[in-house]
């Protein structure tokens, strides 16, 4: 029988083959000849391949830097991007410096752009989240990295980018760099570069060349702020032994105190939320909102660790809050028929519900009736406040009874409610496969 080598295959089937190795692989491969050196270098056919079976079900991969940026380098940067898709809250333990700082941001692929968006609650009673632009992530033509943030949310035009500088938009954008500190953290800072005329004319024809967004200041030097510090110490000491030196310093001093000045956006901290949705082990994980106590919607970040179950308000721990929601360190669920008891229990408390949706169209899952979920499962918790909050005597200023339940219904959901109260909250999915539920733009 004739052996066949992969050298004999034609080069559409080989390159067909290629896509499905990793960019590691492919270099592997690509050492042992010459002419297949060559043929991983091919950037159109290769590497659009792989970037096109990769993500082309999600984004537009011609689109990416208006056609004109290598294929390669594009996978690499969206490699590094797809860690962003999901949910990311702020963090810090402190109240947001900047105003507009969202709690939470949904990161999902645009057409040639990623995007960041601001989640929140509605606060007119209805299941309502409200969705709108804050984080826009891009390449130019050059392959340079273009992310922008939008400090109040309101520019809409997130599908083309180069109409919002023609129309004289970028002026509301805030240039940014999104630096990783790790798979599940990034930090979002101001980028000082003298960037706004430039890319406008860029945008316009006038200009053949695009500033380095990311690395490069205003001034010159690289963008960190470590990085200035360093700069600026080799610059005094240069001007310390040259004529004129000490004018030339003090003129960069006050460029400097300027550029600090008209700073838009402070540093934030953002960490990435990694089990968002529930699983068949774990079936109370993940992000839920429900209508609280007083009648508005909130959100509700649930997570199993070694402890048992802990649920947290998401403004909460943006915030730097304490203490959680309930906690349970008996993961055990009781199954259904139940005591007489329990049937009590949850027959006698009164549902929070929210309100009938203000505009149904944009509403793509209403919120459902409590009256026709029924109750598959329960589990008992605790209420963190005995342990968490006392007065200044040291005794606890909360009901001396913590002891509360779960209810699991048939659909997948939960509510939850305490013995002090007559309550039950009951808490819906805030995603499914990926996308926001009853997900309003603003």
């Known amino acids: ?58 984004t537009q991969i011609k689109k990416w830097g208006d056609g004109k940026i290598a294929y390669k380098l594009l996978y690499k940067t969206l490699s590094e991007w797809e860690n962003l898709i999901g949910f990311w809250r702020r963090s810090g333990g402190q109240p947001a410096v900047n105003f507009s700082s969202p709690p939470l941001i949904f990161f999902e692929w645009g057409p040639s752009f990623l ?43 997130w599908d ?41 004319s860029i945008v316009l024809g006038k200009s053949p060349s695009l500033l380095n967004l990311n690395s490069r200041t205003e001034d010159g030097g690289e963008g960190s702020s470590e990085e200035c510090l360093v700069t600026e110490m080799y610059t005094q000491l240069a001007n310390k032994i040259s004529p004129g030196g000490e004018r030339a310093w003090r003129k960069q001093r006050k460029k400097e105190k300027e550029r600090q000045g008209r700073r838009r956006w402070e540093p934030e901290h953002f960490v990435k939320i990694v089990d968002f949705s529930p699983t068949p082990a774990r079936p109370l994980q993940g992000l839920w909102k429900g209508i609280c106590d007083d009648i508005n919607l909130d959100f509700y970040l649930v997570a199993y660790d070694a402890g048992g179950i802990i649920c947290r308000r998401v403004s909460d721990l943006s915030s730097g809050s304490a203490a959680p929601v309930f906690w349970t360190s008996n993961t055990t669920l009781i199954k259904f028929p139940f005591s007489p008891d329990e049937e009590y229990l949850y027959d006698s408390r009164v549902h929070r519900r929210a309100l009938a949706a203000a505009n149904p169209i944009h509403c793509q899952h209403p919120w459902r009736e409590t009256e026709d979920e029924v109750v598959s499962h329960i589990m008992y918790i605790n209420s963190s406040y005995d342990l968490v909050v006392r007065d200044s005597s040291g005794i606890s200023a909360n009901p001396p009874q913590g002891e509360g339940r779960i209810w699991q219904y048939k659909d997948g959901t939960f509510g939850f409610g305490f013995f002090w109260d007559n309550f039950i909250i009951d808490l819906k999915r805030m995603v499914e496969d990926g996308c926001l539920l009853d997900a309003v733009e603003v």
């Open 1 to 58: 029988m004739e052996s066949f080598s992969f050298s004999d295959f034609p080069e559409d089937v080989q390159l067909t083959v290629l896509s499905f190795l990793s960019p590691k692989e492919i270099a592997t491969f690509a050492c042992t000849s010459k002419r297949f050196g060559s043929l991983c270098k091919s950037d159109d056919r290769l590497w659009y391949s792989m970037c096109e079976r990769r993500w082309g079900a999600e």
């Open 160 to 200: 083309d980018f180069f109409k919002c500088c023609q129309l004289g938009f970028v002026e509301d954008f805030v240039s940014v760099n999104v630096n990783f500190m790790g798979g599940c953290h990034v930090l979002v800072e101001e980028n000082y570069s003298s960037f706004y005329p430039e890319y406008r």
């Open 115 to 157: 995007a960041g968006s601001r989640v929140s609650p509605s606060h007119d009673g209805t299941c309502n989240v409200l969705k709108s632009p804050f984080l826009w992530m891009s390449l130019s033509p050059d392959g340079e990295m273009v992310n922008f943030l939008q400090p109040n949310g309101e520019i809409k035009l």
